[in-house]
């Protein structure tokens, strides 16, 4: 595999982007949202108002399919599919599955038994968290017996918890009745591509009816195979996310494509993860120099494929074993040992009441930010603006609101923000900045270098030190609307932010591109 130095540029992907919502408009029309033009999300990031009741009931309370519900519910992983049917150049063995996960290694290997008493135990301890997944670290669907042995005891023990898978797609076509069998209503699939010549650049081999396959012979197998699997699942009312990982030069431009085939053949989500290739890893692509994509590059990609289908943007490409809300792991506190001193009482009336509960504050919070933003925003034009559209980092611990100090972020929200919207694009890990009550000068850079697209940094607080840094490297920080909603906060500084340009106080710049942070994500706690 060589290393890649051709890029798409993010001009040639905007007029994909336009071939692919112009295709998209002559074709079924399949995105059964109001969203209309332009509406980036429309599963990931929609409302009840935007699909049939039955979808709104499979999405509403599950975190990676619904943007909203994944600052109130929780997921978890269990580790029953250790064996893998194919290779991908970003994986090694000794690592997560890279469809789903995060490369580190997975702690505990679990039998079925072991997982639903787990999930049980989770079930009793964190009663928002609604779904649980398989997603390696292997392929659930080569373990077909693991997999479906652990979800049929907790079709049974747990029903109010929603069953999910994640897979290659290699051997899906033979497993779509026993899917349906346990209820299993969420799938995703891998697709990195919908053309054996890009696919024989990822996949060494497959194994495949008891053979081993190798280049395009094995990529043609495995999209045949893929592209049944998500017809079959259509068919059959299951709701498909597609998982895509972007590689710079290898796929880039070509998962536009694959986001039209996807949305032909039903899929709900599209979702577009950059490759993580360090060295360390061990992995093919990162032994052989292959990098993983720039911020921009995987922003150019997303936004190229906006019309097709919905896009995901809130993946934190978790771990395999990974409990708790997406971003934060819990996996610790719920190791085997732990959980034999565990009291367990999986209440299913406390469950869900209390998920009634999270359901109405969620309700609550969306119908206060729509009153807060329907005058957020002074449409009156001011000369020289009405074209500017810029990216601003907001840091947050939920509820929808700027709530969270610079130093205690180890990720921030990006928005994009124009005259009228403030559109959630992303999130970008950092380090942690304060240690232990003191500001590591040494993160501000790999911070700055983080967010180095965006305008503004929306916090609660913010200190002396990193204030004059982020002003130096060009990156406003903006601690005046602590605690306001976060769209109307960044609508509300855009407002201003434009008043300064056609002022002539201030002069608009582009800024530069940003870096995703590579290597293992930790599910770090600020130090208050
Ligand atoms: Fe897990 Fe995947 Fe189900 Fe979610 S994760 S099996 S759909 S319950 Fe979610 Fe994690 Fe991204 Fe996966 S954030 S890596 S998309
Ligand atoms: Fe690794 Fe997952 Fe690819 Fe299998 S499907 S090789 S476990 S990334």
């Not at 020289?384 to 929200?413: S, Y």
């Not at 940003?514 to 600020?526: E, V, W």
Request: proline share 4%; glycine share 8%; net charge negative.
């Amino acid at each position: 595999m060589s290393s890649t130095t051709t890029f798409v540029s993010i001009g040639d992907l905007r007029k994909g982007r336009q071939a692919v919502s112009e295709l998209v408009e002559t074709a079924s029309g399949g995105c059964s949202t109001t969203g209309g033009a332009g509406k980036s999300s429309c599963g990931s990031s929609a409302g009840p108002d935007d699909m049939p009741q039955e979808i709104w009931d499979k999405v509403k309370n599950h975190p990676c399919y619904s943007e909203e519900a994944h600052h109130h519910f929780a997921r978890m992983h269990v580790a029953v599919a250790p064996a893998c049917n194919i290779q991908c150049n970003y994986c090694n063995r000794k690592y997560d599955c890279s469809n789903e996960s995060r490369p580190g290694v997975v702690s505990q290997k679990l039998t079925p038994d072991q997982a639903v008493k787990k999930v049980l135990a989770v079930a009793s301890e964190i009663p928002q968290m609604t779904v649980l997944g398989i997603a390696g670290p292997g392929d659930s669907l080569a373990n077909p017996k693991k997999t479906f042995d652990t979800m049929r005891q907790l079709a049974e023990k747990a029903p109010d918890i929603k069953l999910c898978l994640s897979t290659n797609g290699l051997a899906l076509p033979d497993q779509v009745d026993e899917i349906c069998k346990y209820n299993i209503d969420h799938v995703t699939i891998t697709i990195n591509m919908v053309d054996p010549a890009v696919g024989e650049k990822i996949y060494p081999w497959i194994f495949y009816n008891h053979k081993r396959y190798t280049g395009y012979e094995a990529a043609k197998i495995l999209h045949e195979r893929q592209m049944l699997g998500l017809e079959m699942l259509t068919a059959r009312g299951v709701l498909t996310k597609i998982n895509s990982v972007l590689i710079p030069g290898v796929n880039d431009e070509h998962l536009i494509e694959v986001n039209r085939e996807v949305k032909k053949r039903g899929a709900f989500l599209h979702n577009i993860m950059p490759l993580i290739s360090e060295p360390e890893h061990g992995t093919v692509f990162g032994l052989t120099g292959q990098r993983g994509p720039t911020a921009q590059e995987l922003k150019a990609v997303q936004d190229a494929c906006m019309g097709g289908a919905n896009l995901m943007r809130h993946c934190r490409q978790c771990r395999a074993d990974a409990v708790g809300l997406l971003g934060e792991d819990r996996s610790e506190e719920f190791t085997l040992d732990k959980i034999e001193q565990m009291e367990i009482v999986y209440d299913l009336d406390k469950r869900r009441a209390y998920q009634e509960k999270v359901e109405e504050e969620r309700q609550a919070q969306h119908q206060a930010k729509v009153n807060a933003l329907s005058n957020a925003f002074d449409a009156s034009l001011l000369a020289g603006t009405e074209e500017l559209r810029v990216l601003v980092a907001v840091a947050t611990e939920g509820h929808g609101r700027v709530n969270q100090h610079f130093g205690h972020a180890t990720e921030f929200q990006i928005f994009e923000v124009d005259r009228r919207q403030a559109l959630f694009v992303g999130h970008r890990r950092v380090d942690l900045y304060c240690q232990g009550g003191y500001g590591e000068d040494e993160q501000l850079p790999s911070i700055v270098s983080a967010i180095n697209d965006c305008h503004a940094v929306l916090v609660s607080k913010i200190g002396a030190c990193p204030r004059d840094e982020l002003k130096a490297a060009g990156i406003e920080p903006v601690d005046q609307y602590a605690h306001e909603f976060i769209e109307k906060a960044a609508l509300q500084w855009f407002a201003d932010y434009c008043e300064r340009v056609a002022s002539g106080a201030l002069q608009h710049h582009e800024r530069g591109d940003a870096r995703i942070r590579q290597g293992a994500f930790t599910g770090g706690q600020a130090v208050a």
